[in-house]
């Protein structure tokens, strides 16, 4: 009877070990605890942890290969220091983000190593690498509510738009004139129209008589082309002493100003036009005392306008 119980008692015992030892392999299964020592720690900084938490996975390509290790805040960005295994070589070229597990679940760390640039290796990292994060179902559903409130205020703006552009149309002041304007432009149009077909044959003389009129003057051009090439000659040497005669016009113009030569100085000298007068004074005068006096010399004279004849 003893023996039955202390065998039961040890199954019991065996059992309740089990349990605890499976429980508590679950526990490190699930919280994702790595007892082995091939990791290394990284930094990542990101925007926000976009609900990222302690011991959530870490994935390279696809692939499981870590977790997080620790997150905290620095100067408004989010670090979160990553586990991961050693057989894992990051490179210049290396992109990571926080991306959701499933739809409305929770998130995870997706890694691109890189194959290019340089090798990337945790003890020479100063500063922690730079990441990115990616919006799970919460993000995009405030996304799309933000974008719903921008359409309703936009379709209010445009119907606002609208209405103000009905109130400018009014049927009496826009609509009625526009529709007005237009029929009498199709009534023109017609008019237009029917004069151009009722009066074709016109037309048509009249630009065979232009083009005819065009072939004349054509050909009178090539009869008299050496007779006005001697015209347009004869024109351009005429201009040209023009322009001869009128800087010579220029040159006395400017000498008279200049008070140079007789002319000038007979113009300008008032010395001159003094004794000019006094001369014609002088003349006159004695053309008076010879009128008044040839009378009394030729009476008081043997000399006659006969004895003047027959010399």
């Known amino acids: 009877m003893s023996q039955d119980r202390r065998k039961t008692e040890l199954l019991v015992g065996v059992t309740v070990i089990t349990g605890l030892l499976i429980l508590v392999l679950g526990i490190i ?5 790595n007892l082995a020592s091939n990791q290394y720690h990284v930094e990542f900084s990101f925007p926000n942890t976009g609900g990222l938490r302690k011991n959530d996975i870490v994935t390279v390509n696809g692939v499981r290969k870590g977790s997080v290790a620790k997150i905290s805040l620095e100067k408004g960005r989010a670090i979160i220091e990553v586990a991961l295994s050693r057989d894992v070589e990051l490179y210049g070229d290396y992109r ?100 151009v077909v009722n009066n074709d044959l016109l037309v048509r003389r009249t630009f065979s008589n232009i083009d005819y009129t065009s072939g004349q003057l054509r050909e009178i051009v090539e009869q008299r082309r050496s007779g006005l090439d001697s015209t347009l000659l004869t024109f351009g040497r005429t201009v040209q002493r023009l322009d001869t005669f009128a800087a010579t016009l220029e040159d006395i113009s400017r000498r008279l100003n200049n008070r140079e030569g007789n002319l000038g100085r007979l113009i300008y000298d008032d010395e001159i036009a003094t ?36 010399f």
């Open 275 to 310: 004794r000019l007068r006094s001369t014609l004074a002088n003349v006159d005068s004695t053309t008076t005392e010879l009128r008044a006096n040839l009378g009394k010399f030729l009476s008081s004279s043997n000399f006659s306008l006969i004895n003047v004849l027959s």
């Open 96 to 195: 990571a983000s926080i991306v959701p597990i499933e739809m409305m679940g929770g998130k995870k760390i997706e890694i691109m190593p890189g194959t290019s640039g340089p090798q990337l290796l945790s003890e020479d990292l100063i500063e922690p690498l730079p990441g990115t994060s990616s919006g799970g179902m919460s993000e995009a559903l405030v996304g799309i509510t933000e974008l719903a409130a921008q359409v309703i205020h936009l379709t209010k703006r445009v119907d606002t738009t609208l209405t103000l552009v009905h109130l400018m149309l009014d049927e009496s002041t826009v609509r009625q004139p526009i529709v007005h304007s237009l029929a009498d432009l199709q009534a023109t149009t017609s008019a237009l129209r029917e004069l």
């Open 29 to 33: 299964w699930g919280k994702n605890y």
